[in-house]
């Protein structure tokens, strides 16, 4: 470097060192070999539902590292590669409450060039206890709060300055959507989490009212009904139809493009891929499969509760039948593969039992929650569980001059939330829980509309 000025000089030497530094690094880095991190695991506790993400320090062969990955105890499930870094595992069923899990990624090669994992990588996780979410109306209020099933942390969900009408809570029991009226006389959708820490207007609708949200089963869109505001303040709202907002793209619009066709209480089957509403004007069942855009119509004239069987190939509503020896409500079964549905409950009462308030089990085909009266000139109603293969089962709910309705299963299908009321004396909303093996239900708060947050 006889030649090179003082400046010269003191860059190649800069140079030169660079150079050493990256080849340490090289080196330290085929050393240290590939790192993982897992996301979602706070505190050590997990939903039941929820989505498990190792994210690579640099691309792996998918096969490679899925070969290396264990949990146990063992769940099934399918991998999914956001790309060659990130890889997520979606389990078939539940994770199951009080049980730890460990997730293993084992040392090997995870890469074509060899590069490897240096030391096996564990992670503990359990399940973390569910809540249930109501509506308050005490003290003038009405607002979501949230509580356990000691009824030993209940806490508010929403400001009290935003009156709620109802709402619906994601699968994995994430967030809310509710409903609430503006300052222009219209109802908006609001969205709120778990933690109830990042409330805001989902969709604001204006004068339009925008009512009874359905969540995907997979949590990105939610299907609501929308009544379109007259031309003029004075001039009545249109009727409701059923519309579609993609959570993630932002994209609105009506389910049907044929304005004729009306609907109310959109509800969607297990797999997402299929939306039912009750047409009000034409007393039908419309369904849409949301894939082929395949269309299927059940007559039904009470617009009551519909409810889908796990494997959503069936489905259970109401109807009421006139005859001379007056009205029965009877309960159907829809079968989609017959495009056609028979009486299940119903065609030999001796009295009206007002069924009502279906809900099936999430997964066990064999037991559904049948609401209905207890029989007589009694008023009181009285929560079955049957199988409706079988029709037989067992009274779960019945105290003396009470009523049940609006019927949750968690998603283990092993606890039904519900709300209840007696019909004598004081009028006191309350929120009642029954799981198998129990006796007898018993309640856990004062409120209205219960929803599971698992």
Same mark, same amino acid.
């Given at each position: 470097?006889?030649?090179?000025?003082?400046?010269?000089?003191?860059?190649?030497?800069v140079?030169?060192?660079?150079?050493?530094l990256?080849?340490?690094?090289?080196?330290?880095?085929?050393?240290?070999?590939?790192?993982?991190?897992?996301?979602?695991?706070?505190?050590?506790?997990?939903?039941?539902? @929820?989505?498990?993400?190792?994210?690579?320090?640099?691309?792996?062969?998918?096969?490679?590292?899925?070969?290396?990955?264990?949990?146990?105890?063992?769940?099934?499930?399918?991998?999914?590669?956001?790309?060659?870094?990130?890889?997520?595992?979606?389990?078939?069923?539940?994770?199951?409450?009080?049980?730890?899990?460990?997730?293993?990624?084992?040392?090997?090669? %995870?890469? @074509?060039?060899?590069?490897?994992?240096?030391?096996d990588?564990?992670?503990?996780?359990?399940?973390?206890?569910?809540?249930?979410?109501?509506?308050?109306?005490?003290?003038?209020?009405?607002?979501?709060?949230?509580?356990?099933?000691?009824?030993?942390k209940?806490?508010?969900?929403?400001? $009290?300055?935003?009156?709620?009408?109802?709402?619906?809570?994601?699968?994995?029991?994430?967030?809310?959507?509710?409903?609430?009226?503006?300052?222009?006389?219209?109802?908006?959708?609001?969205?709120?989490?778990?933690a =109830?820490?990042?409330m805001?207007?989902?969709?604001?609708?204006?004068?339009?009212?925008?009512?009874?949200?359905?969540?995907?089963?997979?949590?990105?869109?939610?299907?609501?009904?929308?009544?379109?505001?007259?031309?003029?303040?004075?001039?009545?709202?249109?009727?409701?139809?059923?519309?579609?907002?993609?959570?993630?793209?932002?994209?609105?619009?009506?389910? &049907?493009?044929?304005? @004729?066709?009306?609907?109310?209480?959109?509800?969607?089957?297990?797999?997402?891929? @299929?939306?039912?509403?009750?047409?009000?004007?034409?007393?039908?069942?419309?369904?849409?499969?949301?894939?082929?855009?395949?269309?299927?119509?059940?007559?039904?004239?009470?617009?009551?509760?519909?409810?889908?069987?796990?494997?959503?190939?069936k489905?259970?509503?109401?109807?009421?039948?006139?005859?001379?020896?007056?009205?029965?409500?009877?309960?159907?079964?829809?079968?989609?593969?017959?495009n056609?549905? &028979?009486?299940?409950?119903g065609? $030999?009462?001796?009295?009206?039992?007002?069924?009502?308030?279906?809900?099936?089990?999430?997964?066990?085909?064999?037991a559904?929650?049948?609401?209905?009266?207890?029989?007589?000139?009694?008023?009181?109603?009285?929560?079955?569980?049957?199988?409706?293969?079988?029709?037989?089962?067992?009274?779960?709910?019945?105290?003396?001059?009470?009523?049940?309705?609006?019927?949750?299963?968690?998603?283990? =299908?092993?606890?039904?939330?519900?709300?209840?009321?007696? %019909?004598k004396?004081?009028?006191?909303? $309350?929120?009642?829980?029954?799981?198998? =093996?129990?006796?007898?239900?018993?309640?856990?708060?004062?409120?209205?509309?219960?929803?599971?947050?698992?």
């Open positions: 470097m006889k030649n090179l000025s003082p400046l010269d000089k003191a860059a190649a030497a140079m030169l060192v660079v150079a050493g990256i080849v340490v690094v090289i080196l330290f880095a085929g050393q240290a070999g590939v790192r993982v991190t897992a996301s979602n695991f706070e505190g050590g506790l997990i939903g039941p539902l @929820q989505i498990i993400t190792l994210t690579f320090s640099e691309p792996v062969d998918p096969a490679m590292a899925e070969s290396l990955l264990d949990i146990q105890p063992s769940m099934e499930g399918t991998f999914l590669w956001v790309d060659s870094r990130t890889l997520q595992f979606a389990s078939a069923l539940p994770f199951e409450l009080g049980t730890v899990y460990e997730l293993t990624l084992r040392s090997g090669i %995870l890469s @074509q060039d060899q590069h490897e994992l240096k030391h990588i564990s992670w503990d996780f359990q399940v973390r206890p569910p809540l249930v979410a109501y509506l308050n109306t005490q003290n003038q209020q009405s607002s979501i709060w949230v509580t356990d099933l000691s009824a030993a209940s806490r508010p969900l929403t400001d $009290e300055s935003v009156k709620v009408i109802g709402f619906d809570s994601s699968r994995d029991g994430e967030f809310i959507i509710f409903y609430s009226t503006n300052t222009q006389g219209g109802i908006d959708l609001w969205r709120v989490n778990r =109830g820490n990042d805001a207007v989902l969709m604001d609708c204006g004068r339009d009212r925008c009512t009874a949200p359905a969540i995907s089963p997979d949590g990105l869109r939610v299907a609501y009904s929308r009544e379109l505001a007259g031309p003029g303040p004075d001039l009545p709202y249109g009727s409701p139809r059923v519309w579609v907002l993609d959570l993630q793209s932002g994209q609105n619009a009506p389910v &049907y493009e044929d304005q @004729q066709v009306l609907g109310y209480n959109p509800t969607w089957s297990p797999s997402g891929t @299929q939306l039912a509403s009750y047409d009000g004007l034409a007393d039908q069942i419309r369904l849409l499969d949301m894939e082929s855009g395949s269309q299927y119509i059940f007559p039904s004239n009470t617009g009551g509760p519909m409810t889908w069987s796990p494997d959503g190939t489905f259970l509503f109401t109807e009421a039948d006139q005859s001379e020896a007056g009205v029965r409500t009877l309960v159907r079964m829809a079968d989609l593969a017959l056609d549905s &028979y009486i299940l409950i065609s $030999e009462d001796d009295m009206d039992y007002g069924y009502h308030s279906m809900i099936w089990s999430p997964v066990d085909a064999s559904v929650l049948l609401g209905m009266r207890a029989g007589g000139d009694d008023p009181s109603q009285v929560f079955w569980l049957f199988n409706p293969g079988l029709l037989d089962g067992v009274i779960i709910a019945d105290q003396p001059d009470y009523a049940y309705n609006s019927p949750h299963w968690d998603v283990w =299908g092993d606890s039904l939330v519900f709300q209840q009321f007696k %019909l004396g004081s009028y006191k909303p $309350e929120i009642g829980v029954w799981s198998s =093996g129990m006796s007898e239900s018993r309640v856990i708060a004062e409120g209205l509309m219960p929803y599971w947050l698992p």
